[in-house]
Nanobody, 114 residues
Framework: VQLVESGGGLVQPGGSLRLSCAAS????????VRWARQAPGKERELVAG????????YIADSVKGRFTISRDNAKNTVYLQMDSLKPEDTAVYYC????????WGQGTQVTVSS
């Protein structure tokens, strides 16, 4: 079982990144998926979520209007499109699959800085 995040990196304020979460080893289409983030010295924060079929999504108020979550069950992948990035978006971003079991990825670093 694996959840592998990718797409993080260093970006200037106002820029964009698209994170991917690729799943393997379990029935991905049966799982809701969340993106959470954790900045140094802060608690882990839920950023976005999507239902197993993709028909229902949640976006935290702190990123609403800037972040979009989507999934492609044929590719066993969930995406987090992040636009208009701000320095306060700097964090490690984690993918979390929730279903009969809970699976977490290892995280990908996003740094927003000029």
């Amino acid at each position: 079982v694996q959840l592998v995040e990718s797409g993080g990196g260093l970006v200037q304020p106002g820029g964009s990144l698209r994170l991917s979460c690729a799943a393997s080893g379990f029935t991905f289409s049966s799982y809701a998926v969340r993106w959470a983030r954790q900045a140094p010295g802060k608690e882990r924060e839920l950023v976005a979520g999507i239902s197993s079929g993709g028909g229902s999504t949640y976006i935290a108020d702190s990123v609403k209007g800037r972040f979009t979550i989507s999934r492609d069950n044929a590719k066993n992948t969930v995406y987090l499109q992040m636009d208009s990035l701000k320095p306060e978006d700097t964090a490690v971003y984690y993918c979390h699959a929730r279903g009969p079991y809970d699976y977490w990825g290892q995280g990908t670093q996003v740094t927003v800085s000029s």
